[in-house]
């Protein structure tokens, strides 16, 4: 591989992961995918780092839950001041491939926290900048993919004050009803975090051309998931041409400025990510192959980082 590619993985399960199993962010004795050192082995210069709520957690402790996941993220940043920073702002891109720091902006999967939309602002100060409506469930806003009612009068609510702060819509978990609606009511551009093509690989969490034009069309991004049974082809284990074979069908489909990637690491067991991309720090995998089979370097750099940042420059406020 001729060039070191820096990476924006759209989709990372941090402070869920630290706050559930008690584990070290740097030295983590339990079994994880993504730890600092390994962020920074992987050349990973941003993270979308996740609220996301587990759907066991008892109704009284949802607000709590993505409190804590904020403050473990507040924790982070005071702890490492030479490592990681925040994003809020379009200004703070600027500071991306400046060194080796690492910019975290907050993704909250799943709306569940905001108990109100008169509480977005809370969590926008806090740093949020974009969201899921829901997971794969109903709550307050939206439903996800096991589920298929539409938004509710406080989702579009959300939606609109959501364009008023300038935070951005993910499209990822949205069952199609709620995918369509919502995708109508974004002034910002969409984006999925997190999602496959369902033509390649049939599952309800992939996303049919239909919705994968929706979100090209509008100027946004998909995200690559590394998730096995969103990549599968066939019943073989996936590995890194099933990768491909994704991003392939979306950059003929959408075109090269719209497909990113989005691990979804330690958003799952170990056992259900590709053969050789078991943490973060295998993520250059991706570029160096997506280069063997012919890609260009600038096409590798806009999949690898420079398409989601393109959003952000539009999407975040100055």
């Given at each position: ?187 910002l551009i969409p984006i ?65 400025d719209h497909v990113g ?58």
């Amino acid at each position: 591989m001729s060039k070191n590619f820096l990476i924006v993985d759209a989709h990372e399960d941090i402070a869920f992961h630290l706050n559930y199993f008690k584990r070290n962010f740097v030295n983590s004795s339990t079994p994880c995918m993504i730890t600092l050192p390994w962020l920074q082995e992987g050349n990973v210069r941003m993270v979308f780092n996740t609220v996301f709520i587990h759907p066991k957690h008892k109704p009284d402790r949802i607000v709590q839950s993505g409190l804590d996941q904020l403050s473990k993220y507040e924790e982070i940043y005071k702890t490492f001041p030479d490592e990681v920073y925040q994003v809020k702002s379009a200004e703070d891109l600027s500071r991306f491939g400046q060194g080796s720091k690492i910019g975290f902006l907050t993704l909250m999967e799943g709306a569940d926290p905001i108990e109100s939309v008169g509480k977005l602002d809370e969590f926008y100060e806090r740093g949020v900048r974009i969201i899921g409506l829901a997971w794969n469930d109903k709550n307050q806003y939206a439903s996800g993919n096991d589920t298929e009612d539409g938004l509710s009068q406080e989702g579009v609510r959300l939606i609109h004050r959501m364009n008023d702060l300038g935070i951005t819509l993910d499209l990822s978990h949205l069952n199609e009803k709620c995918f369509w609606e919502a995708v109508e009511l974004t002034n910002l551009i969409p984006i999925a975090t997190h999602s496959n093509a369902r033509a390649i690989t049939d599952h309800k969490r992939n996303l049919s051309d239909k919705q994968l034009k929706a979100i090209s069309e509008r100027g946004g991004v998909i995200g690559i998931v590394l998730y096995n049974y969103f990549l599968k082809i066939g019943e073989k284990t996936p590995t890194l041409e099933e990768v491909f074979a994704h991003a392939d069908y979306m950059v003929n489909l959408c075109g090269e400025d719209h497909v990113g990637i989005g691990s979804d690491m330690d958003g799952a067991r170990i056992e259900d990510f590709p053969q050789g991309l078991k943490t973060v720090a295998d993520l250059p995998k991706i570029a160096e192959y997506f280069c063997d089979k012919g890609y260009s370097e600038d096409r590798v750099t806009k999949i690898m980082s420079g398409n989601f940042l393109r959003v952000l420059k539009s999407n975040l406020n100055p």
